[in-house]
């Protein structure tokens, strides 16, 4: 069974720029969460949906920071405009059935911003 | 408020050797904990979990954690330690709904030839 897929692995780009990151979770998952992880502050999480909907993004840092997901499978993290200290590792997990508290974690997006 | 305590940013342990992973919870409802592992440029992956049945739980890859109420504590135990169990270790607490999961900073292990 495919994983959480990711895209792309890896993002450099200039502050000021938009940066979109990309996540198709587990087929039949019902949860989808977006983390972000640096070495200060580890592991964040910055919004969880469920069933398509946003149920929690007290986690997002600021307004430049936004989330989609249009469908069960599929998510976007925006980030416009991007900064700096924005650079970190973005990760996508999802679960899903009831009860299921499992996470399954994407790969990961490495994000340098210039 | 749920939080998580990984003691020890990184442990080193000689192959062969006894792994010991130390994490405390502190949580105001039953919790649910979790190990997860990390490979380099991965993702995190599920070890194991509690969920309120047994107190001693066994995982993948031949670790287990202890679930100690009176100490709050969810400590991660393997007999043997292998080159390949070089990671780094996330303690991690959730809800029992399971979607505002708390992870610890988490421990670098390194094992030794």
């Known amino acids: 069974d495919a994983g959480v897929i990711q895209s792309p692995r890896h993002e450099v780009t200039e502050m000021g720029q938009e940066v979109t990151l990309r996540c198709k979770p587990i087929?039949?998952?019902?949860?989808l969460f977006w983390y972000r992880q640096t070495m200060m502050r580890g592991l964040e999480l910055l919004i969880y949906?469920?069933?398509?909907?946003?149920?929690?993004d007290s986690g997002m840092p600021e307004d430049r920071f936004s989330a989609k997901m249009p469908n069960a499978s599929f998510s976007t993290l925006k980030i416009q405009p991007s900064e700096p200290r924005d650079s970190a590792v973005y990760f996508c997990?999802?679960?899903?059935?009831?009860?299921?508290?499992?996470?399954?974690f994407g790969d990961g997006t490495r994000l340098s911003i210039l | 408020a749920q939080s998580v305590t990984q003691l020890g940013s990184h442990v080193s342990v000689s192959e062969g050797a006894l792994v010991l992973l130390r994490c405390n919870y502190s949580?105001?409802?039953?919790?649910?904990l979790f190990w997860y592992v990390q490979y380099p440029n991965q993702g995190l992956q599920l070890l194991l979990k509690?969920?309120?049945?047994?107190?001693l739980v066994k995982g993948i890859n031949g670790f287990e954690a202890e679930f100690k109420k009176s100490e709050t504590s969810f400590h991660l135990t393997k007999p043997s330690a292998h080159m390949s169990d070089a990671a780094e270790y996330f303690c991690?607490?959730?809800?029992?709904?399971?979607?505002?999961?708390?992870f610890g900073a988490g421990t670098r292990l390194f094992v030794k030839a």
């Open positions: 087929s039949g998952h019902n949860s």
């Open positions: 949580s105001s409802v039953p919790p649910y």
């Open positions: 509690y969920t309120s049945a047994a107190t």
């Open positions: 949906f469920n069933n398509n909907v946003p149920i929690d």
């Open positions: 991690a607490v959730s809800d029992t709904g399971g979607f505002k999961t708390i």
């Open positions: 997990a999802s679960s899903g059935g009831q009860g299921a508290v499992d996470k399954h």
